[in-house]
């Protein structure tokens, strides 16, 4: 590796480096330590010295200087890992730059001129892999230790390093860390104690802060049942948010694919970058607290003050500005946030230039003003800029009077806040389907009904209208703790629809669509998928006690609904719990826009929820059972088993508690959900417990649990309800009811805020990933044990053995998709099918492997052999082997009978595994995923299954004569390298020769009237005999001698069965003797854990 020219001192070299060759203008030199010699302790020291030292002139272990005659000052120009590296370095110097250097006069224009060549060579180089690094020169350095210490792959890219110690037991590395798309690496070198930790992404269980009283504050992860610790780092809340955010893209990308969004900074695994990374972190968060859509991304952030009207003074706060939206939260703990979509901005204008401060007008004759912001101009550009306000024909007035309508708004803003309009007004834009919310159709509010439940309902109308008339209406309402207090207090049934949309985010995502939703439901009219088999099951079973589910009008809705959003995203599809939460959001929204509220929840505010797997349910369950070790800690101890607690709560995660409340209480709870996002159920959960306490902790068993908790949802009432007792649903018993007494939603969710409501946002998302890991790998070891279980019986490999290959399988399986992002074999992992089809292997990847296991080495990666194999073994013809065809085939190679082994390799060149073209190896694998099922075509495979017959050496046809040739070369192939490979070949000579005198004389035995014709085959004979004796002492012999002798025996066709080449290779001992000859599979595993990445290396 070139390196920018820095001038060192040789007075002290000579103690560390050796000097290889040298000239007039350039010295090789080699560390010591380093290649032939070692150098004892000086080596020992040396060693240590250059992995603590962040250097790589120093690390490398050969170097190249410059430095001119009469000069003693030296100049490193180039480093290597290898002598080969280093020696190219030198051969080029002496080809391209020696014979240049004496047209100079003087050594300083030598210098100068291979000081400018090395510069410009480093340069070129940078233009297309280190653009985008901080600090190109570093990271170059950085790059060739990361290559010379782990051997990954080229492809593999690192994307940023740290100095850190790590605990092995109690004594701690000084090392380095370095971080690379898929994996986590460590190095250390301490005194000849050479430490070396490679760990992929995907391998991991665990990744979290820690501190104790040895280390203060450290990073935890768990890979393969190990504790790995790195502490002393400088930047550890930097390090720990990257590897955070590299082990959650290589879960989604490699193993949760259901919910995996291509972000642009992570577009492409081979051009990651710390920038990108950070980038990629902040903007989550960002869209995670605002509620925006997942095309959004924090483009600026900007310290300022805003204007709050309601409280009469400046709140400092941060400007967040992406692609569509400008967002300001508040930072002194007021808990004020507001969001402005750019299509609602009217006009930007900078007043005040003295307090640099702008002002952004928005529809309804509101506006925002924002003072002190660092670099106010540019913000006001950047905002007219994506509003596109210059050049919008909905911006036709002057602007003239637009700006003076801005300022007479800021003049008068605290004066007359009466003159504040309300925002309201959504498109609507579905005329084909039904506009009213079912609540308004079946339940129409009483005007003249003055009783007290509809007077209260009146008042808290009254409340959010004084609220609005405050901190406005519509999309840039502020949010505020007191928005917080009337969510708690109940939303009353006029607005909830409203408030929902606005909470959610999917307002926005209605305005920015128009049209959309009906779209979708005349193009998803008709279709007939699993999925729409699946909505029409369920139905009827969605609230069935609601008047609105027992018509027409209901259920046609909630079908259009659930089958457009099936339609929209068929990586979801539908998914059980989907109905119960669509039905309740028709009850209140219009149809279009119980469909945005649909896509804001499955696909923003509860993240994989609603997938074949359930995974983001799973998370939250875990979440919750931190937060209750956390806060319940007697019930912790009464209960040391929560996994109880997952197993109760998954409803009310799934259904937002809807499906265990009654529907008059259930609706608050969902209020708070759209508000406050995942935190009010965990909350909720939380309060439940803690209401329940003492009754959880002197039941005996979990059933007695499970009707305690029933029992408790079901006295739950909300008793400011203004429902008709037919539209609230009915208790499980009045016995019951009057036996527990009654609680009052708002009541349990007012003590639920109270006492938990310090949960914060960013503690559940950092939770949400550190238990994501876990529910993976625990699905993931689930899968494992149950496809050990069914292969264990067909196989005789032991359990640790059948882990092990497990492990490389689906390793193999990964190791093709961490360099590419459009690999085919990412489509040959499917979660949503049975164990044994989640991993499959194609025919390159199979290769390799197979390469790596297989007892006589007999199989090159892709070659023909390899082939053969493959289709041998790929029973159901789809191109993809799973692991139990796997293991079955090396079954037979290690622990199979003489019998077996030979039956195997008999069959490889035997159709199908033979005669099929070169380029048929992949065929069109079946439709995968969520497609209409062939139940019939299932029941059919089931019963061949069952009704296959053990197959006996009978049934196997005869073999011909091109076969049985490439069979001696199998052989040869097979005994190649072996210490009885002279005996071998003379035994597979003799015994081809034995079956051809065989066939010889049946030939004659059956045409004894034809003596000349006779004779025809006994000179052909004779010919093939001499070629195969010639084929047994050279079995390298060409493919064209063997295709000519077929062509001599054309005329005389011969075959052979499966017993007659049993029985003559049996009358041959070393033959035997070597296929009888036990191979260690274990050591084979062992090499192969080794090799598996090498291979890749160098492919």
Known sequence: MWLKPEEILLKNAFKLWVTEKDNEYFVLQRRRGYGEGGGGLTGLLVGTLDTVLDSTSKVAPYRILHHTPDSQVYWSIACGVTKEEIIQHWDWLQQNIMRTLSVFDSSEDVTSFVQ??????????????????????????????????????????????????????????????????????????????????????????????????????????????????????????????????????????????????????????????????????????????????????????????????????????????????????????????????????????????????????????????????????????????????????????SSEAIRGECQSLINHFEDNPEDVTLMVGQKDSSKAVSTEALMTVFHPQDVENLDPKMLKEKMKEQSWNIHFSEYGRGTSMFFTRKTRDLIVRGVPEALRGELWLLFSGAVNDMATHPGYYTELVEQSLGTSTLATDEIERDLHRSLPEHPAFQSDTGISALRRVLTAYAYRNPKIGYCQAMNILTSVLLLYAKEEEAFWLLVAVCERMLPDYFNRRIIGALVDQAVFEDLIRENLPQLVEHMTDLSFFSSVSLSWFLTLFISVLPIESAVNVVDCFFYDGIKAILQLGLAVLDYNMEALISCHDDAEAVTILNKFFDSVTNKDSPLPPTVQQASVGNNDKASHISVDISELIREAYEKYGNIRLEEVESSRKRNKLYVIQTLEDTTKQNVIRVVSQDVRFSASQLDELYNLFKRQHFLSCYWTMNSPALLHHDPSLAYLEQYQLGFQQFSMLFSLLEPWAFCSIKSTLSLWVFRLIDENQDGLINFKEFCC??????????????????????????????????????????????????????????????????????????????????????????????????????????????????????????????????????????????????PESSDTSSSHNSQDLSETEWSFSFEQVLASLLNEPAIVSFFERPVDIQMKLGQAKVAQLKSKTNK
Not at 973 to 980: A, L, R, V, Y
Request: charged content about 25%; glycine content about 4%.
């Open 116 to 397: 400018g060549k090395i510069r410009g060579l480093i340069a070129e180089e940078g233009k297309t892999c280190l653009v985008q690094e901080d600090d190109p020169e570093k990271f170059r350095e950085a790059h060739l230790r990361f290559e010379k210490w782990f051997e990954l792959p080229p492809e593999e890219k690192l994307v940023t390093y740290y100095s850190c110690s790590y605990w092995k037991g109690k004594v701690p590395c000084q090392g380095w860390l370095y971080l690379s798309t898929n994996f986590l690496c460590f190095y250390s070198y301490l005194l000849g104690a050479e430490v070396k930790l490679v760990i992929s992404w995907d391998e991991l269980w665990r990744l979290e802060k820690t501190s104790n009283v040895i280390l203060t504050e450290s990073i935890h992860v768990l890979a393969h049942g190990e504790d790995h610790y790195f502490s002393m780092l400088l930047h550890l809340n930097e390090t720990f948010v990257i590897m955070e955010q590299l082990a959650d893209y290589s879960i989604k990308r490699l193993f949760d694919k259901e919910s995996f969004q291509r972000e642009p900074a992570l577009s492409d695994p081979l051009q990651i970058t710390k920038r990108g990374i950070e980038a990629n972190a902040k903007s989550e968060q960002f869209r995670t607290f605002f509620r925006l859509p997942k095309e959004e991304n924090l483009l600026e952030v900007h310290e300022s003050f805003l204007w709050v009207p309601f409280s009469h003074f400046n709140t400092l706060g941060k400007i967040c500005l992406s692609e569509n939206y400008l967002c300001f939260a508040s930072q002194d703990g007021s808990q004020c946030h507001v969001i402005i979509p750019m299509r609602e901005v009217v006009n930007v204008e900078k007043p005040d230039s003295s307090s640099r401060a702008l002002t952004v007008c928005v529809r309804g004759k509101r506006a925002l003003r924002f003072s002190e912001v660092r670099d106010y101009q540019r913000l006001a550009n950047t905002i007219r800029s994506r509003c596109g306000i210059s050049a919008s024909p909905q911006h036709s007035a």
């Open 889 to 1034: 085939a090396l079954d037979t190679l290690y622990t199979g009978s003489f019998t077996n082994k030979l039956k195997f390799l008999f069959k490889l060149h035997l159709p199908p595994a033979f005669d099929l073209p070169e380029d048929g190896v992949i065929r069109k694998s079946p439709e995968r995923g969520r497609g209409k099922v062939d139940l019939q075509a299932y029941l059919k495979q089931w019963q061949n299954e069952i009704l296959k017959k053990e197959e006996t050496i009978k049934d196997l046809p005869r073999i011909n004569q091109t076969q049985f040739i490439q069979f001696s070369k199998t052989l040869y192939n097979i005994f190649h390298g072996d210490p009885e490979e002279e005996s071998l070949y003379r035994a597979v000579a003799h015994v081809t020769s034995l079956l051809l005198r065989m066939e010889e004389v049946g030939r004659r035995l059956q045409e004894p009237s034809s003596p000349p014709e006779s004779k025809k085959p006994a000179n052909t004979t004779a010919g093939e005999e001499s070629s195969t004796e010639e084929s047994s002492t050279t």
